[in-house]
């Protein structure tokens, strides 16, 4: 009893390292190592939001990474946002991960140390989490515009086609991000890379595996996957149902997957749903502004003065990516529109 409690303290004191939680300038404050390490631990996922059940997946690659003495662990998060399977936006999962991992980890050290574990405590402290997007939406777009430029600019006289120049090969955004956690991260290219990547039973990325044999030199690959029993059942049952299974403590952490916590909170019971992610190990303020994020604040909560975001005009809806790209295009077409009248203006001026 007395070793549960300390475990469980653990959980609610908040670690000393809690001052590099992420914010808009964590890589300036707490910049990121190299490593030397050759297998490379992923989890790609879309965690919208994050739940007890990304929680063992998160877990697991910790303690796999930990048994082999590794140095980092690398999550690739979706960059989709939208009202229904993805109303949590990808920066505000990126904070609130990069939150829960120095908790996490202090509760696994401790669990460990009161085991009699003490070297793969000290080993899972020591262990660097990268959460990256799949492509950075401004910078992806920057690229795209450029490419745009350069396939409708004029040939100059003087320049001469590049007879050994190839085009380059389109890929996933999720394979761009993990080539660029490679390059980053663990100095690619050099031999005997091995990238590992751990997802849900209901998810395969093997197609990862064909992709990074093709690189020079080829990176080898192996898929892990998690187990998430009832995880199904849970999601089909009713509302009324799975609330008074939550309220029973009848869930296995395993089985709570981002449609179920998404459907908890569309019922509108937020105690249930403060229950369902009570082992996510983020602060109850964090569970609160998820909750209220996925139910969509209602015009009465509304400030004065403060309005909805309207879903019309792609503020929500889509990729940040999709949203930034349309509203360049609609200012374009909006300032050659404004552009094109003013000189209609000045020629009946003339005449």
């Known amino acids: 009893m007395e070793e549960e409690a300390s475990v469980k303290k653990a959980i609610s004191e908040e670690p000393e390292d809690l001052s590099i939680v992420y914010d808009e300038v ?10 030397d390490d050759e297998i490379v631990p992923i989890i790609v996922s879309r965690m919208n939001p994050f739940t007890p059940g990304h929680v063992i997946l998160l877990t697991e690659a910790l303690l796999y990474a930990a048994n082999r003495n590794l140095h980092q662990v690398s999550i690739i998060l979706s960059q989709s946002w939208d009202d229904d399977t993805n109303p949590v936006d990808p920066y505000t999962k ?3 991960i990069y939150s829960v991992i120095p908790r996490l980890k202090k509760y696994l050290s401790v669990k460990f140390t009161h085991e009699g574990s003490n070297e793969l405590a000290a080993a899972i402290q020591s262990i660097q989490v990268v959460i990256e997007l799949m492509g950075d939406p401004l910078e992806l777009l920057v690229d795209e515009e450029a490419s745009e430029q350069e396939a409708t600019a004029k ?4 320049a001469k086609p590049k007879a050994t120049a190839k085009p380059k090969a389109r890929t996933s955004p999720a394979l761009s991000t993990l080539q660029y956690i490679l390059e980053h991260y663990y100095k690619y290219p050099r031999e005997n890379l091995k990238v590992v990547v751990f997802c849900g039973e209901d998810r395969s990325y093997d197609f990862f595996g064909k992709s990074l044999g093709q690189l020079e030199p080829p990176v080898s690959f192996e898929g892990i996957k998690l187990k998430r029993p009832g995880m199904q059942s849970l999601i089909d049952m009713s509302t009324t149902d ?3 299974l939550v309220q029973k403590g009848d869930v296995s952490p395993g089985a709570v997957s981002a449609s179920l916590v998404r459907k908890t909170a569309k019922s509108g019971e937020e105690e249930v749903f403060s229950q369902l992610m009570d082992r996510t190990f983020l602060r109850p303020e964090d569970i609160k502004e998820v909750y209220d994020i996925i139910q969509d604040v209602p015009e009465e909560a509304l400030k004065p003065g403060e309005s909805k975001p309207n879903k019309r005009k792609g503020e929500r809806g889509g990729t940040l990516k999709k949203n930034i790209k349309k509203s360049r295009k609609y200012k ?6 404004r552009k094109h009248k003013t000189r209609k ?3 009946r001026n003339k005449k």
């Not at 964590?26 to 490593?35: C, I, N």
């Not at 040939?155 to 003087?158: M, S, V």
């Not at 374009?332 to 529109?337: E, L, T």
């Open 26 to 35: 964590y890589r300036e404050h707490v910049p990121f190592t190299q490593t």
């Open 94 to 96: 990126q904070r609130l």
């Open 155 to 158: 040939p100059k006289a003087t």
């Open 242 to 244: 799975l609330i008074k």
């Open 332 to 337: 374009s077409r909006k300032y050659k529109s």
């Open 345 to 347: 203006n000045t020629n």
